[in-house]
């Protein structure tokens, strides 16, 4: 059964503090991965896009890596900020249908204090 | 400046009651999907479509129908809203892309809120 994971469920930091999100999935043929952000009340944005052979990409203060012999996938934030409060999914794409599937995980709500 | 709008952003409305959630982009893509999200759950999807006159059914059981009559818009309608419906929709629209060859990036909407006394 196709399945993407997410951990932890939340996570509270300090503002300027580091933090990671991990995401392990069970999907395939496996096309790509994505991590959105989700405001509260708005809908996901697109953070970062990994394919098989992409192992690390950035942008900006997010950095997703992705291994895709184990599956997993993490998300890390650096230097965090009030805005850096939100839900953030990771999405995995199968490469096995023409609608190219997406499997959506339940999110790790992050919260970030001043 | 292309973008995917919705509206309403928020419906409070009674049972029983017909309502459609509108779902516009500007963007040409010609896929466009409809999702069902509950607070810390995933999203699921109810609806697709692969361009004009083209209308599926996504994994999630939905009593809601769409349409595509123009590329720029695909509406939901539920003919009779009932406090199961209530839920968080999403709208979102990708481009065609190569078939078989995993999905494009999706855009999404705001979301509407839709709660049902």
């Known amino acids: 059964k196709n399945q993407v994971e997410q951990s932890p469920q939340s996570l509270i930091i300090l503002e300027g503090k580091n933090c990671t999100l991990q995401c392990n999935y069970t999907v395939s043929p496996f096309s790509n991965l994505r991590w959105y952000k989700q405001d509260t009340g708005r809908g996901p944005v697109s953070l970062t896009i990994?394919?098989?052979?992409?192992n690390t990409k950035s942008n900006g203060r997010y950095t997703a890596t992705l291994d895709a012999d184990t599956k997993q996938s993490s998300l890390h934030i650096t230097a965090s900020q009030l805005s850096d409060s939100a839900s953030y999914i990771c999405?995995?794409?199968?490469?096995?249908?023409?609608?190219?599937?997406?499997?959506f995980g339940r999110g790790t709500q992050l919260t970030v204090w001043p | 400046e292309a973008d995917i709008y919705q509206t309403p952003r928020y419906l409070v409305i009674g049972t029983g009651k017909k309502i459609t959630l509108e779902c516009s982009q500007t963007?040409?893509?010609?896929?466009m999907y409809w999702y069902q999200q509950d607070p810390g759950m995933e999203l699921h999807l109810i609806h697709y479509?692969?361009?004009?006159?083209?209308?599926e059914k996504g994994d999630l059981s939905s009593e809601s129908t769409v349409s595509r009559i123009r590329t720029e818009h695909f509406p939901l309608t539920l003919e009779s809203a009932r406090p199961s419906h209530t839920s968080q929709y999403l709208c979102?629209?990708?481009?065609?892309?190569?078939?078989?060859?995993?999905?494009?990036?999706?855009?999404f909407g705001p979301g509407t809120r839709l709660t049902v006394l």
């Open positions: 479509s692969y361009g004009v006159n083209s209308t």
């Open positions: 963007m040409g893509h010609d896929k």
């Open positions: 990994m394919t098989f052979s992409e």
């Open positions: 999405v995995v794409s199968d490469r096995g249908s023409t609608l190219g599937r997406l499997y």
């Open positions: 979102a629209s990708s481009d065609q892309g190569a078939p078989g060859q995993g999905s494009d990036e999706q855009f």
